[in-house]
């Protein structure tokens, strides 16, 4: 199928609807003024017939015209622009008087016509308008008249006027059509650069957009519609970078735990017992991997308007040593020291999986950035029903500038190396979503060459029963 531009099809649907209108206006002119040609002769016609039936008379059965004589010579005397002509009939339709302008000519009685209605004939080849009366005497009907006048003159004008409408009918299509063409080109050209820009737009400059016009349009929704979906492409983009990094970022320590688990069996022969236990430590991480792997793809998706989150109540002091225990090697490999002597046990509301992911990133953290033989505290107290769990490092620390730029995902500290250890910078943009997404508070507190400590607050459980709700 050919393809039609979208400003013809526009132009085109304007000439249909246009078109059907101007062929109803013409039209319309055209049957009024034939209307009014027709009612004008018609008129003229009933005119004269009324006036020449006062002038018939009936002798000896035979009826005719009287003072015969004085219309002869006035058609003598005068000539006859626009003539009419009179024809006489008896009540059987033969001829009985005529108008002298007719001579030798006749009319014809037309009986297929009946008396009182207006038709078309031809006289002489030429075209007449007739109107056949009964001529009434005594209440009878004694014969009729017959009026007629030549219309060749008026079809002359109307065939004139339907030529000059189909002409101008015609030459109006012709210039609407290149005006609505015109102008349907002008009005889709904010269209064309809408699509220019559009199709310079990948995944690479998702930032870029469409330019919005100053009127308030359809052609400004449009713009807008097109930029907020690009905002949504380019928010899914991130989302999928994010989850990549989160992914790889999360999936490390497992996998660290598993490797070092099958190396230290292939290193010696060791005994069935052994084999049995790290085989069991294995399983544990590839069914830590596989729990990772759904709850970062859950964590991916969540919106913040429809937050689906698993709560319940566990021990924040296993939470806590759960975390520690997966981070033994690394703590015994840099001879840190790990302080944590919690004074009670503390049942806490929330999603397991969300607050192991915060406290395991917290601690990594805290680890990576520890310089051998130092200490990491891990504190956790109840204060007005809630756990206020705490990891505190003597690290490097941060100023105030870095302190405001470290949540956001990939930023790693200028000139700052971790101790033997390179960060991928999406640790603390972890944190900071599971926290958002559990509604747990964060906070930060650091000093240049003092460490830091970051503290969360996590909905407390009394007796088994939620006391802030």
Known sequence: MKRIAYHDRIAFSYIGATATLLALAFILIYLVVRMNVYANLDRTLHTVAEKHIWEVQVKEGKVSFINKIEWEEREHREVEVNPVFIELYGADGQTMDKSPNLKVDSLGFHSSF?????????????????????????????????????????????????????????????????????????????????????????????????????????????????????????????????????????????????????????????????????????????????????????????????????????????????????????????????????????????????????????????????????VVEISCIIRASKAIVSVRDEGMGMDEKELGKIFQPFYRIENVQPHGEKGSGIGLSIVQKACRIASIPIFIESRVGRGTKVTIEIQAVTDGLELLK
């Open 114 to 374: 009946e008396a009182g209605h207006h038709f078309n004939t031809l006289l002489r080849n030429q075209p007449v308008r007739q109107l056949k009366l009964p001529v009434i005497k005594d209440d009878k009907t004694v014969g009729y008249i017959t009026t007629a006048i030549p219309i060749d003159g008026y079809l002359l004008v109307l065939k004139t006027l339907q030529n000059i409408l189909l002409i101008s009918f015609l030459f109006a299509l012709l210039l609407l059509f290149l005006t609505a063409r015109y102008l349907a080109i002008r009005s889709i050209r904010p269209v064309k650069v809408i699509i220019a820009k559009a199709q310079q737009i990948n995944s690479s400059n998702l930032t870029d957009k469409i330019p919005v016009p100053e009127t308030r349009d359809e052609l400004y929704d449009l713009a807008v519609a097109i930029n907020q979906l690009l905002d949504r492409i380019e928010e899914g983009l991130q989302r999928e970078k994010q989850f990549t990094s989160d992914a790889a970022h999360q999936l490390k320590t497992p996998l660290a735990i598993l490797k070092g688990s099958l190396e230290v069996m292939v290193r010696k022969p060791r005994k069935t017992e052994e084999y049995v236990t790290k085989i069991q430590e294995s399983l544990l991480e590839i069914d830590r991997l596989s729990e990772i792997v759904d709850k970062l793809l859950v964590l991916a998706r969540m919106d913040n308007n429809s937050k689906k989150i698993r709560v319940s109540e566990f021990s924040a002091i296993e939470a806590i040593d759960k975390v520690v225990q997966r981070a033994a090697r690394l703590i015994e490999s840099k001879s840190i020291r790990l302080v944590f002597e919690p004074q009670s046990d503390a049942q806490i509301l929330s999603d397991p999986f969300l607050v192991d992911l915060i406290l395991e990133n917290l601690l990594s953290n805290a680890l990576k950035f520890s310089s051998p033989f130092a």
